[in-house]
């Protein structure tokens, strides 16, 4: 059965995408964001590194919330293998494949602790002729509704999925499922590989628990400043 969605203060609404090719860099990133950014989240280019786990101890020591997004996807008993290890870190979010039932079951059984465990819909950076190669000649919008609700059904505790979809979601779903979404764009379109992207107020009015920046902040002139503007943006839309 999946969980309530995470008791998030409105500041941890803000998940910063900590995509960083090391640990110097990654605690640099920390520094210069201070308290502006509360939660973040960590990803493949970190791990190869050889350093994530490192990471994670030290956002961890330093009070922030971490979202693992590995996605994850083998089969059944390695999946829960693999959750039931990263449950015994503290880790918020952890991202595994939405496309096998039995690989969701055995995750949710999986996870001993407090993490929720959040399935990969459709990536924000394809659009319907990208599913058709794969296969699939829908709407991503269909196709992200009805892994969201094979991953509920199957007890996973919410989705990651882009914002354009956080309100079919939401209406499928139920209040009680949690819904991330990743690819944010607070000024619009910047021309870059996310295509299905939404703005800040927006994901929030669909029904998103939380949502993740990356670039946006990362590529400002004041990321400090920028992550502030999200944060008031997410403030005022709970207002």
Same mark, same amino acid.
């Given at each position: 059965m999946s969980r309530a969605p995470l008791p998030l203060r409105n500041d941890e609404k803000l998940i910063f995408?900590?995509?960083?090719?090391?640990?110097?860099?990654?605690?640099?990133?920390?520094?210069?964001?201070?308290?502006?950014?509360?939660?973040?989240?960590?990803?493949?280019?970190?791990?190869?590194?050889g350093e994530y786990f490192d990471v994670l101890d030290a956002l961890a020591k330093r009070d922030k919330r971490v979202f693992v997004d590995l996605k994850f996807f083998d089969i059944p008993a390695t999946i829960g293998g693999v959750i039931r290890r990263l449950s015994q870190w503290p880790v918020s979010y952890c991202t595994i494949h939405g496309?096998?039932?039995?690989?969701?079951?055995?995750? =949710?059984?999986?996870?001993?602790?407090?993490?929720?465990?959040l399935a990969v819909t459709v990536l924000t950076s394809m659009g319907r002729p990208d599913l058709a190669q794969m296969g699939i000649d829908r709407e991503p919008v269909d196709?992200?509704?009805? *892994? =969201?609700?094979?991953?509920?059904?199957a007890g996973i505790d919410g989705v990651i999925a882009s914002g354009q979809e956080a309100a079919p979601i939401r209406a499928a779903t139920g209040a009680g499922f949690s819904i991330v979404c990743?690819?944010?764009?607070?000024?619009?379109?910047?021309?870059?590989?996310?295509?299905?992207?939404?703005?800040?107020?927006?994901?929030?009015?669909?029904?998103?628990?939380?949502?993740?920046?990356?670039?946006?902040? *990362?590529?400002a002139a004041d990321p400090r400043a920028a992550a502030r503007l999200i944060q008031q943006e997410i403030s005022d839309s709970f207002k």
């Open positions: 995408a900590l995509d960083v090719p090391g640990k110097a860099q990654a605690l640099e990133w920390v520094d210069r964001l201070g308290d502006s950014v509360s939660f973040y989240k960590i990803g493949m280019e970190l791990l190869a590194s496309w096998h039932p039995a690989m969701m079951e055995a995750a =949710a059984a999986a996870n001993t602790s407090d993490m929720r465990l196709v992200v509704v009805e *892994r =969201a609700l094979a991953a509920q059904q990743p690819g944010i764009r607070p000024g619009g379109p910047v021309g870059d590989d996310q295509q299905r992207t939404v703005g800040v107020a927006e994901a929030f009015a669909d029904g998103a628990d939380a949502i993740v920046v990356g670039r946006p902040i *990362r590529l």
